[in-house]
T-cell receptor
Framework: GEDVEQSLFLSVREGDSSVINCTYT??????LYWYKQEPGAGLQLLTY?????DMKQDQRLTVLLNKKDKHLSLRIADTQTGDSAIYFC???????????FGKGTMLLVSP | SQTIHQWPATLVQPVGSPLSLECTVE??????LYWYRQAAGRGLQLLFY??????ISSEVPQNLSASRPQDRQFILSSKKLLLSDSGFYLC????????????FGPGTRLTVT
């Protein structure tokens, strides 16, 4: 079956690093995604990683994938107050055109 | 560049009234289209998706329906709204091929009273 789980809440101070974790259950996942949702807005695609990669870095964002443990993480370096939002991870299974989303992690960045 | 539009942005409707939410995509052809609902618990629930005109797949049984009358137009409808239909409705598109990353519209906030 397919299930994506995330912790619901993370609080950090401005300037610190944030690490948002996600676990998934289906080993046939081909792509994994991170989305950001600000209050009252749609989801914004932040980054993605292929299932045959271990790491992807894009400016302040680092995605780590441990396929053996089915664990995905998003690290935000030098977190800013503007990073406060809900972050969703999502997986795409091989042969499917739909994504399965986690329930989202609310990141609160305090000054 | 591609853009996705949704309207209306907000809607307040009484129980039992009909619903029509519209989503249009510009700048791409033959997109996959999706309707999601996000309730108070924040999770995203996939309602419908479409890989072509007139082709609709329903993920969750409910009193909602979807239609795709044109390549880049996706409509979410209901004949009679329930209180439980309240939520934030998001439309998304993805390319016909490739990574299948989805791009979301700004959403419609629906309150059923």
């Amino acid at each position: 079956g397919e299930d994506v789980e995330q912790s619901l809440f993370l609080s950090v101070r401005e300037g610190d690093s944030s690490v948002i974790n996600c676990t998934y259950t289906d080993s046939s996942s081909t792509y994994l995604y991170w989305y950001k949702q600000e209050p009252g807005a749609g989801l914004q695609l932040l980054t993605y990683i292929f299932s045959n990669m271990d790491m992807k870095q894009d400016q302040r964002l680092t995605v780590l994938l441990n396929k053996k443990d089915k664990h995905l993480s998003l690290r935000i370096a030098d977190t800013q107050t503007g990073d406060s939002a809900i972050y969703f991870c999502a997986e795409r299974l091989s042969g499917y055109s739909t994504l399965t989303f986690g329930k989202g992690t609310m990141l609160l960045v305090s000054p | 560049s591609q853009t996705i539009h949704q309207w209306p942005a907000t809607l307040v409707q009484p129980v039992g009234s009909p619903l029509s939410l519209e989503c249009t995509v510009e700048g791409t052809s033959n997109p996959n289209l999706y309707w999601y609902r996000q309730a108070a618990g924040r999770g995203l629930q996939l309602l419908f998706y479409s890989v072509g005109i007139g082709q609709i797949s329903s993920e969750v049984p409910q009193n909602l329906s979807a239609s795709r009358p044109q390549d880049r137009q996706f409509i979410l409808s209901s004949k009679k709204l329930l209180l439980s239909d309240s939520g934030f409705y998001l439309c998304a598109w993805s390319a016909y091929r490739g990574l299948n990353e989805q791009y979301f519209g700004p959403g419609t906030r629906l309150t059923v009273t």
